[in-house]
């Protein structure tokens, strides 16, 4: 089945600095990639997600990024502000019914 | 709009009782899934619905564990007996499920305490 690694577990950066946090999944079949942000005591929010046929993906200060072949995916969050503090997790699907595997989750911490 | 809607937010019960957790999906959306969270093992899929048809229960740990979907605006998450391992937050999602992949969008959990 499908495996999804997220690195790092643990990220922290000042404000106003970028944020990347990468993913790998094994299965070539996956097609659905979302993010997601955890807040304390909250479910997790999809924040912004990518399909297998397109390379990047950009909302606002997020961006994430798709390499199909080396089969990697990545978040990139820039002019980073307290209030983006939270557990980040991606995920990757290759249903129909959207059968998401999550990755173990990143830790960022905005430093005022 | 109505997000996805847990009941209990907090559970705490001695071990051997029984535990429902229910969930109220967003109207519309015909797939619904639970999800188990915890520190050791992260986030994962316990069981998912489709037009209230459980269609993966690979994920349930064993059999103290069920869930139903009498209907597609309620689901409910059963463990008996309850061990302290069970101990957790459980989350409920929702979305439009077909061939198209679409967000799913959760609810805010049941932290589960068994004693």
């Known amino acids: 089945g499908e495996n999804v690694e997220q690195h790092p577990s643990t990220l922290s950066v000042q404000e106003g600095d970028s944020a990347v946090i990468k993913c790998t999944y094994s299965?070539?079949?996956?097609?659905?990639f979302p993010w997601y942000k955890q807040e304390l005591g909250k479910g997790p929010q999809l924040i912004i997600d990518?399909?297998?046929?397109?390379g990047e993906k950009k909302d606002q200060r997020i961006a994430v990024t798709l390499n199909k072949t080396a089969k990697h995916f990545s978040l990139h969050i820039t002019e980073t502000q307290p209030e983006d503090s939270a557990v980040y997790f991606c995920a990757a699907s290759n249903t129909g019914f959207q059968k998401l595997v999550f990755g173990t989750g990143t830790r960022l911490l905005v430093s005022p | 709009d109505a997000g996805v809607i847990q009941s209990p937010r907090h559970e705490v019960t001695e071990m051997g009782q029984e535990v429902t957790l229910r969930c109220k999906p967003i109207?519309?959306?015909?797939?619904l899934f639970w999800y188990r969270q915890t520190m050791m093992r992260g986030l994962e899929l316990l069981i998912y619905f489709n037009n209230n048809v459980p269609i993966d229960d690979s994920g349930m740990p064993e059999d103290r564990f069920s869930a139903k979907m009498p209907n597609a605006s309620f689901s409910t998450l059963k463990i008996q007996p309850s061990e302290p391992r069970d101990s957790a937050v459980y989350f409920c999602a929702s979305t439009l499920g077909g061939s198209s992949n679409q967000p799913q969008h959760f609810g805010d959990g049941t932290r589960l305490s068994i004693l």
């Open positions: 109207s519309g959306h015909n797939s």
């Open positions: 990518i399909r297998s046929n397109v």
């Open positions: 299965d070539s079949a996956s097609n659905y």
